[in-house]
């Protein structure tokens, strides 16, 4: 039997693999949205670059498959490369249809996403354009710089940004680029120091991560 909003001809769940190197409170609201029976589709791997990373642990407890692959020199780019390769070898070893960075904090070259063309998506805590540009421009038509990288709460903060969000898009070798999925606004408020406004923009992707791996599954499964 088919499973839920999958297309006809397709048996096997859609296979869903997440990269991490934190608290994953995405992957506990994938998990959560699978054990509902709203995911459409199976996590079948959790991976991370840091033993401490609270998300192998929420795994480990669903009982989902969970990898550790350090890398111990990131600066030395033959190690790096050989750490990708090692990191794929793992991901391929779960035949993932799709794989999740949710707060993985290493970027990715061509060593790991030529393995997996079209297939990985990332999560972004901040508004990230259409046209690959620098501004954005609001639902309320508030034009604001884009932030890429990996501070970019702090950096919506310092730059006084009345409004800030999250994007989730698919990955290519170009750092917080390539398609965008979903995104979201979030108002920045007078109060809010980082971790307020990064707790408020957490609560909103994982919404809209759950949304997107179910459209990704019903598309595809
Ligand atoms: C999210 O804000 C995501 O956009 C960013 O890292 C955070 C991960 O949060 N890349 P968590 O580990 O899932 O709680």
Redesign the pocket.
Known sequence: MNAPGSQPGRTEPYRVAVL?S??????QALLDAQAQGMLGAEIVLVAGDRADAY?LQRALRHGVATAFVPLHHPRDSAVRAEWERRLADVTAAFTPDLIVL??FMRVLSSVFLDRFPNRVIN???ALLPDDGGDTFVTSRGIVIPVLRGAHVVAAALRLGLPITG?TIHRVTPAVDDGPVLARAEVPVLPADDETAL?ER??AV?RRLIVEVVARLARLNG
């Open positions: 991490l934190g608290s994953g409170s995405n992957l998300g949710a707060g999560q972004h805590p999250c990064h923009i957490k992707e």
